[in-house]
């Protein structure tokens, strides 16, 4: 009984489970390191405009705001100044007006923004950041959820860290990003196995993206089975020993 059991929980090969099993080749498969991030439809931005004179910059930012703290004491504070990228990829700006950022790199939105801004400040200084960044990781994972990234920059193998590993269900061939570009849906399925996964367009994350790691053929086949079989059986295997025990008394 004991031996049925260890059959039924230890039948995924190592070739199913490890990763990168061709990582000698790492050194042959060029690392993608395209990872600016391009501005979206339904973004939520901060932008914070700077220079040597700090009136010339006021109408394009939140006023400073006194707020009083437990000890009595006065503290200031600077408000963020907070924008929502339309859905036709525009922000409306202080004195501007209408700005397209929508498919823009951080690094362009900040030029962009520079340009327009000569107009009304001497050597502005700007400074854009998505507040809403953030990735979902499904499926066979530790701890699948939605992901808030601060620094606007992770690979999808720090996601599937974050998200506790791919379980030894997951199927390291067949992992799904999902990817919203230019407002259509498109996809990649990426191996795991295989140290490719690092020249991928889609190793780095884009904001909103979905990783959805599939469960391999032994978990779906045995889907339609209770995952506590092996439980049952190694309890139904002690209660027939000790019955066995006994009657022989």
Same mark, same amino acid.
């Given at each position: 009984?004991?031996?049925?059991?260890?059959?039924? %929980?230890?039948?995924?090969?190592?070739?199913?489970?490890?990763?990168?099993?061709?990582?000698?080749?790492?050194?042959?498969?060029?690392?993608?390191?395209?990872?600016?991030?391009?501005?979206?439809?339904?973004?939520?931005?901060?932008?914070?405009?700077?220079?040597?004179?700090?009136?010339? &910059?006021?109408?394009?930012?939140?006023? &400073?705001?006194?707020?009083?703290? %437990?000890? =009595?004491?006065?503290?200031?504070?600077?408000?963020?100044?907070?924008?929502?990228?339309?859905?036709? =990829?525009?922000?409306?700006?202080?004195?501007? =007006?209408?700005?397209?950022?929508?498919? #823009?790199?951080?690094?362009?939105? %900040?030029?962009?923004?520079?340009? #327009?801004?000569?107009?009304? &400040?001497?050597?502005?200084?700007?400074?854009?950041?998505?507040?809403? *960044?953030?990735?979902?990781?499904?499926?066979?994972?530790?701890?699948? =959820?939605?992901?808030?990234?601060?620094?606007?920059?992770?690979?999808?193998?720090?996601?599937?860290?974050?998200?506790?590993?791919?379980?030894? *269900?997951?199927?390291?061939?067949?992992?799904?990003?999902?990817?919203? &570009?230019?407002?259509?849906?498109?996809?990649?399925?990426?191996?795991?196995?295989?140290?490719?996964?690092?020249?991928?367009? *889609?190793?780095? #994350?884009?904001?909103?993206?979905?990783?959805?790691?599939?469960?391999?053929?032994?978990?779906?086949?045995?889907?339609?089975?209770?995952?506590?079989?092996?439980?049952?059986?190694?309890?139904?295997?002690?209660?027939?020993?000790?019955?066995?025990?006994?009657?022989?008394?």
């Amino acid at each position: 009984m004991l031996s049925i059991t260890l059959l039924a %929980t230890s039948c995924v090969s190592k070739k199913k489970v490890l990763y990168f099993q061709d990582i000698e080749q790492i050194v042959d498969n060029p690392a993608n390191t395209n990872y600016n991030v391009t501005i979206k439809g339904n973004d939520l931005l901060t932008i914070n405009v700077s220079a040597l004179n700090p009136e010339a &910059v006021a109408p394009f930012n939140q006023p &400073v705001i006194a707020r009083p703290s %437990t000890n =009595g004491t006065v503290q200031t504070a600077q408000q963020l100044q907070t924008y929502l990228v339309s859905v036709d =990829g525009t922000v409306e700006f202080p004195l501007i =007006g209408s700005i397209k950022l929508a498919g #823009l790199t951080r690094t362009e939105a %900040t030029d962009h923004l520079k340009e #327009l801004l000569n107009e009304y &400040v001497k050597n502005p200084i700007v400074n854009i950041r998505i507040l809403n *960044f953030k990735v979902s990781v499904l499926g066979e994972v530790g701890r699948p =959820g939605t992901f808030n990234i601060e620094d606007e920059r992770i690979t999808v193998l720090e996601a599937l860290g974050l998200a506790g590993d791919m379980t030894i *269900f997951g199927d390291r061939k067949n992992v799904k990003i999902i990817r919203e &570009v230019n407002g259509l849906k498109t996809y990649e399925e990426l191996d795991f196995t295989s140290s490719s996964v690092i020249s991928s367009p *889609f190793y780095y #994350l884009q904001q909103n993206d979905v990783v959805i790691v599939s469960p391999n053929k032994a978990q779906i086949q045995s889907s339609s089975f209770n995952r506590n079989t092996s439980v049952f059986i190694s309890i139904a295997g002690i209660i027939i020993s000790v019955i066995s025990v006994l009657t022989r008394n």
